[in-house]
């Protein structure tokens, strides 16, 4: 196992941003800093991950980070829920960052850490909540096939009605742009932190 960890960190690409101290950054970059900050995300936030990429456009990043605390901290979904939509997400784009992020706070939020393991390993969860497995149903489906059935979309819609299905559809956008920000611009977790998923 420890053999595996150590691959797995040899392999690490480098960013393709740099990466901006607070001394470093100009006006606009500054307000986005501080917008950030003085959001649910709280002061001592760090730049790391979608960050980074954030601040080189921040006039971008400002509109990002709006969606992204509204999709994270106040839409209708139970945490568990929005969580485990982030999870299979990440596991999706295979974003090293998003997963390692979120996998903690999914675990916090009530999922189970099986459900956590199977929904990495690309396992159907079966032994997660009915509406956890209904979630990842959704997930899965639209995912792979561009669109939901249905069947699919009554189960959901049965949850959360008309206001939580488009939030959910939201958090799986945004977490979606998260993603693919994060696998073009390279942004990984810490450098002692195992990756989620081996870099191909």
Not at 41 to 59: D, E, N, Q, V
Not at 70 to 94: D, M, N, Q, V
Request: proline share 8%; with cysteine; charged share 25%.
């Amino acid at each position: 196992m420890a053999k595996r960890a150590v691959k797995r960190r040899g392999k690490r690409p480098a960013p393709r941003l740099a990466v901006l101290t607070d001394e470093q950054l100009n006006p606009p970059q500054r307000a986005l800093m501080e917008a950030l900050r003085s959001g649910p995300r709280g002061k001592s936030l760090t730049i790391r991950g979608p960050f980074i990429a954030f601040l080189h456009a921040p006039a971008f990043g400002d509109l990002a980070q709006r969606l992204g605390a509204h999709c994270r901290y106040r839409t209708a979904l139970p945490p568990r829920l929005s969580e485990l939509a982030i999870l299979c997400t990440g596991k999706f784009w295979r974003a090293q960052f998003e997963w390692n992020a979120h996998e903690p706070m999914a675990i916090e939020a009530g999922v189970l850490l099986r459900t956590v393991r199977d929904i990495k390993a690309g396992r159907a969860p079966a032994a997660a909540p009915k509406d956890e497995r209904a979630i990842y149903d959704f997930v899965h489906e639209l995912y792979r096939t561009r669109r939901v059935s249905d069947r699919t979309y009554k189960k959901i819609h049965a949850l959360l009605g008309d206001g939580g299905m488009v939030e959910l559809v939201g958090i799986l956008g945004y977490y979606a742009m998260i993603s693919m920000t994060l696998n073009v611009f390279q942004l990984l977790p810490p450098v002692d932190a195992d990756l989620p998923f081996a870099e191909r």
